[in-house]
């Protein structure tokens, strides 16, 4: 197994670490590489995945706990809760759990949203199948079916836990991201500030909606702005799109500005009349050369140029030369630099401009854009033009205000991820109740249909009816735990024996008040009942078909989820704890 | 009474350390010392998780509390100096306030850079107060903690400190002075203010009302007029209440155009023990608004358009205000200033350095330029003194008598300038660069070879600061840059014989300017000397008692149709925060006066139950130490009303606030870049 070579790689490093002469070559025996035989069952590992599963409970929810995220060195502290953030901040020694994290991750980047549930669901499932004491194989295949018995109910019309959303009404998108923000207990926001939050968000989605365009409908982008050290409803949200502009009061608006529409050049290359696109290496100048001159005369032409095309609007990723912005200033041309990279793409969608990459050529006239107006805006500290499209607008800008660094970070997650939960909600015009309701609503379902099974599938499957309800056992607890997870202050988690609701009893309420204190259950669709018969979470409860609740109009859902990142969270979750139970061997070169 | 704070889990690293002695005369009662860990990184990839298990002892909250505990001694009017000694280097560092405090230290821990950075966001905006913010974080930790410890949900904690947070800022907006009034009766205006704020007690009873109204007196008089009129509106009377209703009375008792405030009484009230930097921010606004010819009234203070310049050496009574931009220059450059003044000059402003090897921000040399040549060139010894040429050739082309550049000029350049009578002023801020150009409308360019007709500006005047050409003894000479009437811009001089107290004294300057600036840009003051705080325990106790009542008699009916019960912990937490503004002030009081913590402590609650008992109005707490009979000096007959800014005030709680939340809410701390061969000594530690 142990190969004996001549590694030139590891040597070198070495010898740069110690600082010994790299005259002397050396032979370095290679460490054999690391095999661990089933995962699972080494302790190590399994600390660890309960470990990542305790971590990442306690931040589930909207009552969860926060993570403080910091090098320990002095760097910067990210205070979260969120997945998006703290996934990328863990990595483990153990590939294991890195393979479980990857692919949540990848689910959050598509998705945005249910990271968490995805990842808690997860952890749970390979926990209750090693408890289970099936066979891997027996508990992959039971998985899939009932994986495939959820997707089937949630698919249906008559599916007890969805809900169709009515783009006639702001009314549900609002409670869906208000589900969302207020998911977020980082942003320590209060109830109305999370509404305010909620409602520009709902705002903004719908003027990236292009409402009369013919033909191909593309959507438009929102664009954040975070404003540190203002109160949380000052935020708001502008048509167009806002760039940074510093020392654009010198504009004379009533100057042929208003000759509208303005024409405009995008530059992606740098102007700062620099050669740093000629990458390293050394460069043969011939002494009586001024590079920098030289390209200074090159872009003063370009300039030239662009006067005389009468464009009114410079803009450049990078930084301009202070000559060429005194030039073109001088002629009455706006001047935007340093744009940076993630606004160029929006800027080219507003203006249908071409990003000009070269100083090298003329401009050719189809590489101008259009803007139809610009307007100053001052918020706060900051200087901002706004610009507007030439025709129907599909693009605004969003200015995220907090009182501090921390929060407002995790407000500008919050909200990215709203959007984007919003605009799913295009492709699939549903959601999903909040709350655990889903989960618990779910689990009850399953462990009705199980039940029940025909003999047919039993034998299709592979598996005898004991396994199966011990696999769907595991299955509905670890969804039951999912729901349980979004109480952190020692509450107790109860599902109530008809509809198969999400409710939580507070630890610290007295007996007595008991029933009073029971309200609405997770989503806020039913209210309590003192003949309604409920079950703690995980514990023997008869099974049951949960019933729909007749639909009553004037009871709307508090909380809301996302159904599609939530359907695909489910189907993640699935497939990657059976990817982690097939899992036979670890193999690690360790060198 | 020695007490050994430990900053972070114990470990047996410390990379720096403080030592804070807490002045001579207290340094026998207890020195603190307070260790700041680091933990030495190995491997990059792996991850470290710090798991409080124990939410009763929340680890966090107690690295809050023992953090705030080193800003104790920098709270009130009697800042006392701290030194700072790193034993492993042995620098030191004086530290005079809270923020300079926090600046010096390595805070490596999460909760301790969080603070940080929070302080540093404050100092930012507000230039005061982070003193107040750490303080109350500190205290409102220790709230936060016992609660924990008697078994309260992290949830209703939030909710219950929120409100009262609300209910803090309520009373601020309440019990508010409008600067323009502060001349006239700021007494009366107190009293009115607090005993308006009895209102929510009040307004069930009319006999009260009618009782509380006729406190009022004074200023309010014309107000009374028209609230005797109509028996019910006497309660909306105070300005602060009902402020849509009660329209009416308020423009017939406020003239209609605003009043301009006093600026020095403004400004005496919020000193706040630095008469002497106060005194030169009264200086500096007067100036700027005599120059300003829009706002001779005063009411605002540009603090933009202030700057500062330091000069050691000089007694402190040499500190001085002046018009322009004060800058220390050369000998050589005196001269030149010397034959330059009483002249109208040219002015040139450049927004970099003046050298030739200067390029603009953003700009990115080539690494490596190798010079091929069949020839032997020694162009590149000529190749600055080619530029040089090419820059006075300008300069004097275009008649330019002073260049003011941002970052700094080339000896050579300075020099060869000084012989054609050109004066080079480097340094100065963005600031004052800006307003220069606005007043002389020169256009700042960032290369000197830029410059042209368009962007040379006129009228600007050069003065060498008499006082100091004669005395001073270190080859430099200050120059004043002023363009008169038309910049605003005025220079704080600040002198002191001990150079390490001239960073403390410019921070007080800056904080009185900041304080004042921020008045009178909210047009509002609180009453200071712990009026305001003492009336947020008031009300805090207050809804604390009623919540608590309401809840008892009516369980069911306090819960709203989401299904929230009344927070049966509301009580206890609004008391326990109350009680941490009770030790601010009574802390104040103890810095202030030398009684002591005791006695602070049974003053300021004697206070507070008078007030309860016949609501009588809060004077303000005597900083000035006890009687012969032991008992507090009342001032009754003060001598200058103390004032706090109002959006600095709120806007430190509110942070300190946030701060303990975050804190409260963390569970786990997740540190990235620990290796797996890490001495995982802590008990703590998990590693993943």
Known sequence: MVKKRHNPGVEFQKQEQTGISPVMSRLVQKSPSLCTDLPLDNSDICTKLYLLRQLLKSCFGPTGRLKQVHNNIGGHVITTSSSSVLLPAISSSQSFINLIKTSILNHVSRFSDCGLFAAILCLSLIEQAKQSGLSFSVAIKLNKHLLGLCTGYLQQEDCGCKVKLDFCSSHNLITLARSIISSKPACVLTESEALHISKLAVHAFLLTVPCNRPGEVRLGKAVTVSVEGHPVLNSAVFPGLLVDAPDVSGIDESENMRSNPLRVVLFSASLAGDLSELGDGIFDVHPGVDTDLQILDRLLELVKQVVEDEVKLFVCQKVIHPVVQQHLKSRGVIVIERLGNPLMETLTQLTGAQPVATLHTTIPAKAYGEVRDLSIIHFGSRTMLQLHPPGESSICTMILCHRNETMLGELKVAFQKTEHVLRLTLREPSALLGGGCTETHLAAYVRHKSIQEVPETLSALGCSQAELLLGAGGFCRSLESVAAALEHDGGNSLMDLTHAHHWTHPADVMREHLDESLGFCGCGLMEGSPEQRRAYLNTNYPQFSPAPLSRDTAVQPRVLDSFAAKFNALQVAVETANLALDVRYLVQDIN | ?688
């Open chain 2, 1 to 688: 009474m020695a007490a050994i704070v430990s900053c972070c889990p114990a470990t047996s690293k410390y990379s720096a350390c403080a030592v804070f002695h807490r002045s001579c005369r207290q340094l026998a009662s207890g020195n603190r010392k307070l260790y700041c860990k680091t933990l030495l990184n190995k491997a990059p990839r792996a991850m470290l998780a710090c798991t409080i298990v124990n939410h009763r002892q929340h680890v966090g909250l107690q690295k809050l509390s023992a953090l705030a505990g080193i800003t104790h001694s920098s709270l009130g009017p009697n800042k006392m100096y701290k030194f700072i000694r790193d034993e492993t280097s042995g620098e030191s560092a004086l530290a005079c306030s809270c923020f300079r405090l926090l600046e010096n230290l390595e805070l490596t821990c999460g909760v301790g850079q969080l603070v940080y950075e929070t302080v540093r966001a404050h100092q930012k905006v507000y230039g005061a107060g982070s003193g107040c913010l750490l303080f109350l974080a500190g205290a409102w930790s220790r709230a936060a903690t016992e609660c924990l410890q008697k078994g309260v949900p992290v949830a209703r904690i939030i909710s219950a400190m929120s409100e009262g947070m609300d209910v803090c800022l309520d009373v601020c907006r309440k019990c508010s002075v409008s600067t323009e009034s502060l001349g006239a009766a700021p007494a009366e205006s107190c009293a009115a203010t607090s005993q308006g704020l009895g209102l929510n007690l009040l307004k069930k009873n009319t006999a009260e009302a009618s009782q509380a109204s006729c406190h009022l007196r004074g200023t309010r008089q014309a107000a009374d007029k028209t609230l005797n009129a109509s028996g019910r509106r006497k309660i909306k009377l105070s300005r602060h209440f009902y402020e849509t209703e009660a329209e009416d009375a308020s423009t017939a008792t406020q003239p209609p155009r605003r009043k301009a405030p006093d600026v020095a009484l403004v400004a005496a009230g919020l000193s706040h023990g630095y008469v002497g930097a106060m005194n030169l921010v009264i200086e500096a606004s007067r100036l700027q608004s005599k120059n300003n010819p829009q706002d001779v009234s005063g009411s605002t203070f540009d603090v933009s358009k202030v700057a500062t310049c330091v000069l050691p050496g000089l007694p402190e009574e040499n500190s001085c205000v002046l018009q322009g931009c004060v800058v220390h220059v050369s000998d050589e450059q005196a001269s030149v200033a010397h034959h330059l003044k009483e002249q109208h000059l040219k002015v040139a402003l450049i927004n970099g350095d003046l050298s030739d090897t200067y390029r603009h921000l953003g700009f990115k040399r080539l690494q490596a330029v190798q010079c091929v040549s069949d020839r032997v060139h020694f162009l590149s010894s000529s190749k600055a003194e080619e530029w040089t040429e090419k820059v006075l050739t300008l300069l004097l082309n275009l008649e330019v008598n002073l260049v003011v550049v941002s970052g700094i000029a080339s000896e050579k350049v300075i020099q060869r300038c000084c012989r054609l009578h050109i004066l080079v002023v480097e340094k100065a801020n963005v600031s004052v660069l800006k307003a220069l150009a606005d007043a002389t409308g020169a256009v700042p360019v960032t290369y000197a070879t830029q410059l042209s007709n368009r962007c040379v500006g006129a009228g600007v005047k050069v003065a060498i600061w008499g006082d100091l050409a004669g005395r001073q003894t270190k080859p430099s000479t200050a120059v004043s840059v002023s363009t008169g009437e038309r910049d605003g811009l005025v220079t704080a001089v600040l002198a002191s014989c001990v150079p390490s107290k001239l960073q403390a004294l410019e921070d007080q300057f800056w904080a009185c300017a900041y304080r004042l600036h921020h008045a009178l840009t909210d047009a509002v003051l609180l009453p200071g000397a712990g009026v305001t705080e003492m009336l947020c325990v008031h009300h805090l106790r207050e809804r604390a008692e009623r919540r608590h009542d309401a809840g008892r008699s009516g369980g069911g009916v306090q819960q709203t149709k989401a299904g929230r019960a009344a927070n049966p912990y509301r009580g206890l937490v609004m008391n326990l925060m109350a009680e941490g503004l009770v030790d601010y002030i009574s802390t104040v009081m103890v810095n202030a006066g030398g009684v002591s913590k005791v006695r602070a402590r049974t003053a300021v609650s004697q206070r507070l139950k008078n007030h309860a008992e016949n609501q009588a109005k809060f004077s303000q707490l005597s900083f000035a130490g006890e009687q012969e009979d032991g008992s507090l000096r009342c001032s009754d007959a003060p001598a200058a009303q103390v004032y706090d800014g109002m959006s600095v005030k709120q806007e430190a709680w509110r942070r300190a606030l946030d701060l303990v939340l975050l804190v409260l809410q963390t569970d786990a701390e997740i540190i990235t870049g620990v290796g797996p061969n890490h001495d995982a000594a802590e008990g703590d530690m998990m590693l993943l």
